[in-house]
């Protein structure tokens, strides 16, 4: 570990507020063309270059592009060669996706001098990368920053769940913190580093290989609630001018591919559009839910969605269980006992989960896959089914789902790791017979 980055203070850092609206931003005055995207001469001695995350031609309402104004064009790169992938897979996966209930510890410490991108680790997925379908779940755990390389995902966005130490993204629109109770969204192909300011991080990373992330339609809710788009906050352009030899990976249908630059990729002087990475509090999500009986379907809680062609059937979602008030009357409180045609990856940022009193903690995760029988287990059975129903916090906790179409393969290595928990099914064992006829 490097040790003069550790502990490094966080810039203050500008943002541009809102999700799925046009942005523009410019680190030096003048440098974003007026009224064209591709002039003869890019102001400043710049190039244009389009990034594009839908097919030119998809609705409007979807569409999403940037333009990028930088001083050398992302194009000025000698041939990429494929380097190791580490622990990191990838969709299509072979290995059989299991029925059984799943849960893991947190990933053990990591090697020194491992960075994000060495520090993730794949814990299983479905779909096909390739085919710009289905996701993988990754955790990573990492005690370096990168410094002299970049890395971009062209098989999907990333989704970042800090869960220990908080990750200060340089990407080529501009920088992003992103502490533990946030999350970071990196579009496909965008460059970017992570550098570690408490110089170690852990955290969940969901890999979308589906349609970008969105938010959710409302519904009879109404136009507020949920997230507010103006929590969702961009960079602003801030770019690197170092003629300093930088190494790009970038993930191509499943692989590492290592190029090397004679200069920092992230030159962006100045951007506008609709694609691009983002930050967003999940202590500003404002969570609905029943003010009079009954425990809602966990969709209450989405945050973003991946839509799939098929109206209402998300490729996946991430859905967050942050502090909230119960008052359900006559109402079993913590999540109900169901087998669900969803599958459920969940993960803990901070503190308890609700249906859970031991053995999810944070850094932690569970995996139930389609249909699998889960719910709350027996001390929490117990305990819900015979507590006094005054209104109650729940104040505890940052819990998180991933819940995706299709059954998540568990990896060889998930499923061989140290730290998974062998006797999960224990937990609902011993629920006692109530019956009485
Ligand atoms: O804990 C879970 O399994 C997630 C979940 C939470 C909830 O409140 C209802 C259904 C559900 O799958
Ligand atoms: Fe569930």
């Known amino acids: 570990m490097n040790g003069e980055q550790v502990r490094r203070t966080v810039p203050e850092l500008t943002h541009s507020p809102g999700f799925g609206n046009e942005h523009s931003s410019e680190a030096v005055a003048g440098a974003l063309p007026i009224g064209r995207n591709s002039p003869q001469r890019a102001p400043l001695g710049l190039y244009a270059e389009q990034l594009s995350g839908t097919a030119f031609t998809e609705p409007r309402a979807h569409n999403r592009r940037s333009w990028l104004y930088r001083i050398h064009p992302s194009a000025a790169h000698p041939a990429f060669t494929r380097i190791p992938s580490g622990r990191l897979r990838s969709a299509p996966f072979h290995e059989v996706a299991d029925p059984n209930r799943l849960r893991w510890n947190p990933l053990p410490e990591p090697a020194p001098g491992t960075d994000f991108l060495d520090g993730l680790w794949t814990l299983g997925g479905n779909g096909d990368a390739s085919r710009r379908t289905g996701s993988a779940i990754h955790l990573y755990a990492a005690d370096a920053s990168m410094t002299d ?3 971009s995902d062209s098989d999907g966005e990333l989704l970042i769940v800090p869960e220990r130490g908080s990750l200060l993204l340089h990407t080529e629109f501009g920088r992003l913190h992103a502490p533990p109770g946030h999350i970071a969204l990196i579009p496909r192909g965008v460059r970017f580093r992570a550098e570690l300011p408490e110089g170690t991080a852990r955290g969940y990373v969901l890999e979308n290989y589906g349609r ?4 959710p339609d409302l519904g009879p809710i109404g136009a507020n609630g949920l997230a507010a788009p ?5 960079p602003t352009a801030t770019y690197e001018e170092e003629d300093r030899e930088t190494e790009v990976v970038s993930k191509f249908c ?7 630059c004679t200069h920092s990729p992230l030159d962006v002087v100045a951007w506008h559009g609709n694609l691009v990475p983002y930050v967003y509090d999940l202590r500003r999500f404002n969570v609905l839910g029943s003010i009079s009986y009954d425990h809602p379907d966990p969709s209450i809680f989405t945050v973003l969605t991946s839509p799939s062609d098929t109206p209402g059937l998300a490729n996946v979602d991430f859905v967050v269980f942050a502090p909230r008030w119960l008052v359900g009357e006559d109402t079993f409180r913590p999540p109900y006992f169901h087998r669900n045609v969803m599958s459920e990856y969940m993960g803990l940022v901070e503190g308890a989960y609700d249906a859970k009193a031991e053995g999810f903690v944070p850094g932690g995760g569970s995996l139930h896959n389609m249909m699998s029988a889960h719910g709350p287990d027996r001390e929490t059975f117990d305990r819900a089914s015979a507590a006094e129903l005054a209104p ?9 789902m991933f819940e995706t179409r299709w059954p998540v393969a568990a990896t060889e290595q998930a499923m061989s790791a140290d730290h998974r928990q062998q006797s999960y099914d224990d937990v609902w064992q011993g629920l006692q017979r109530h019956f009485r006829s």
Do not use: E, T
Not at 212 to 215: A, I, R, T, W
Not at 392 to 400: M, T, V, Y
């Open 392 to 400: 109650a916090k729940i104040d505890d906790g940052l819990a998180f």
């Open 212 to 215: 970008p992330f969105v938010l």
């Open 230 to 234: 103006r929590d969702f906050l961009a």
């Open 149 to 151: 390389r970049v890395f």
């Open 254 to 260: 499943g692989n590492l591919w290592s190029a090397r």
